[in-house]
């Protein structure tokens, strides 16, 4: 190959300089070379077989006569030292090259609508590249084109046998794995390619098996393309959507959120000028934090729209904390309700779960007993100061006996601070709190109720951390493996899992009675565990002596169970 290097040829009627080995590909190699000055890439067919010879003809003829900004132009061909060749574009990368480095999720979205651009036409014209992979994709600045049609399938073409094993096996399609079904193929393989290189492009990770990473782990607010990859990558070809459709989602939701971020800036500016520190702030500091917070906020409101308290536990709480953010007074008010009646009604059921057995607690007496009236002030009070109207609060708490209404009273301060912990968080850490008042409240909108605190955000903003991890890196499950090993040898349970939780079962009414008994005893004294005992030991099923409780998740068994079975003290 090296005995080429500084040779001239005359292709076209042009004189061709081959300068520099480029790269190898199966049946041909690729060479810089110039003619007329300038540098192109030069393509030789290695193979010499009349098939592959064909296919090479087959591509010449279609890229030079197809006219479309996303697929490699062919200027001239010929032969050099008896091989077939071909002249194109010189480019200095590929797609791969990108990835590696890492794309922004608008490039993202650009480079995927060129690549459809180009997919759609060649379909169009009755066309299956058949060999679709981020090599094959070149790039010049943010221009992409396709290239490497020499195995696509051409109308009309009878290149192809029945049993050709076609393609990058990275990227082909299952039915591309199959001998016997290569001129079976339809356009569904480029499909499939597409939705890997689509996940490939967001996550910087090459997909390989069933579970590969999701774009939603990298960027939450595009959980609706995880859900088109997986329809592009389904097994049977039939159910991927074609290219037109492919197409149309993607632009309609990069529009969508082009509009939303829109909104999400133009709210932060404006609450950005309100300020009175605004004249004082760096202008490149104001776009920094500007363009962190509109992700941030998108990324908020996604999560608190698709994700659960248990799937939030594998986000790193402190992601982008170099912003800090707030709660808007509604929303704030509404988190501070939400505690309160966690707590009173924890009191509540507990109190409840006494009258079963013949027992029962006395309510707070508002007419006759001044002690009483004088809790129920002070709870009354403490509403007020953070204008809380609400009639079932007070008659939750009115509920309980006057010495477990001390104790909550007792708890106030607890809740205060609590609170207050969100008038300065990363935003992550705000969500992990408010989603669970998202079933009580469904009209919190997180990009108008969770503010920037730009104060704080100014004064100690810090672009290192911009780039801190989405993902947390612990070793979780290792730790609830524990935590039930030790359960289960210790009460002979029965531990499943299944879905997203942990079903929990017990032979016999004894081993269930016994754990519950010793679990209560163990929280009596501390309400709030003890309200989330009773939730752990609640029975979903009984049948034969048989006991089933309800799911448990992985907070259930890293902080209640683990408290249970000795691994935390933390009462």
């Known amino acids: 190959m090296t005995k080429l290097k500084g040779k001239k040829f005359e292709i076209d009627g042009k004189i061709c300089t081959l300068l520099e080995h480029l790269k190898d590909g199966g049946n041909s190699s690729v060479w ?4 007329d000055s300038k540098k192109f890439a030069v393509k030789i067919l290695n193979e010499e077989s009349d098939n592959k010879k064909e296919r090479f003809k087959k591509e010449v003829e279609f890229c030079k006569n197809a006219k479309h900004d996303n697929l490699i132009p062919i200027y001239s061909h010929g032969e050099i030292n008896n091989k077939l060749c071909y002249v194109m574009e ?21 480079y995927i609508f060129q690549i459809c651009s180009a997919l759609e036409f060649l379909h169009n014209q009755n066309v299956i590249h058949r060999d679709l992979k981020p090599e094959n994709i070149l790039v010049e600045k943010d221009k992409l084109v396709l ?11 009878s290149i192809t046998s029945k049993d050709d094993l076609l393609a990058n096996r990275g990227y082909a399609a299952p039915e591309q794995k ?29 997909p390989e098996g069933s579970n590969f990473a999701l774009i939603s782990d990298i960027y939450p607010w595009l959980i609706d393309v995880d859900g088109l990859v997986e329809r592009c990558t389904r097994q049977n070809p039939a159910e991927r959507p074609n290219i037109k459709e492919v197409s149309l989602e993607l632009k309609l939701k990069f529009n969508e959120l082009k509009d939303e971020i829109t909104l ?35 990324t908020a409101k996604y999560f608190f729209e698709n994700k659960t308290t248990q799937e939030l536990e594998k986000y790193n709480h402190n992601y982008h904390c170099n912003v800090h953010y707030k709660l808007d007074t509604g929303l704030r008010r509404d988190y501070m309700k939400y505690l309160l009646k966690k707590r009173c009604k924890r009191t509540f059921l507990y109190e409840s779960s006494v009258y079963k057995n013949g027992y029962k607690y006395v309510p707070l007496n508002l007419d006759d007993n001044p002690e009483d009236k004088k809790l129920y002030e002070k709870f009354s009070s403490f509403l007020k100061d953070n204008s809380i109207v609400d009639g ?28 207050e912990n969100l008038d300065d968080a990363p935003i992550l850490y705000i969500v992990m709190h408010i989603i669970n008042i998202k079933d009580n409240n469904g009209d919190i909108s997180c990009e108008n109720e969770i503010l920037v605190n730009w104060e704080e955000s100014i004064s100690n903003y810090d672009n290192n951390s911009i780039y801190m991890g989405l993902l947390k890196k612990d070793n979780r499950e290792k730790e609830i493996e524990k935590v039930l090993n030790s359960f289960i040898k210790n009460y002979n349970a029965v531990v499943t899992k299944k879905d997203n939780g942990f079903l929990v079962r017990f032979e016999n009414e004894k081993l269930y009675n016994d754990f519950k008994k010793y679990a209560l005893e163990l929280s009596e004294q501390y309400y709030i565990f003890n309200g989330d005992v009773l939730d752990l030991v609640r029975v979903e099923k009984e049948y034969d002596g048989i006991i089933e409780l309800k ?21």
């Open 32 to 35: 810089i070379a110039e003619i």
């Open 90 to 110: 010189l480019y200095d990368k590929n797609l791969a090259d990108l990835i590696e480095i890492g794309i922004s999720f608008e490039k993202g979205f650009n």
């Open 147 to 157: 290239a490497d049609l020499g195995i696509a399938h051409f109308e009309n073409s």
């Open 178 to 206: 199959i001998k016997g079904l290569s001129k079976d193929t339809t356009t569904a393989v480029d499909i499939f390619s597409l939705g890997l290189i689509m996940n490939e492009i967001f996550t910087s990770k090459k």
């Open 264 to 298: 999400i800036k133009e709210n932060l500016e404006e609450h950005f000028e309100e300020l009175d520190s605004s004249k004082d702030c760096d202008s490149e500091i104001k776009e920094k934090i500007i363009k962190q917070a509109s992700n941030d906020i998108l």
């Open 392 to 419: 079932e609060l007070l008659k939750l708490f009115s509920s309980c006996c006057n010495y477990h209404c001390e104790e909550i009273i007792q708890d106030l301060d607890e809740i205060q601070k609590e609170v």
């Open 551 to 571: 799911l448990w998740n992985s907070f259930d068994i890293k902080n209640t169970l683990a408290k249970i079975v000795g691994f935390r003290k933390d009462y």
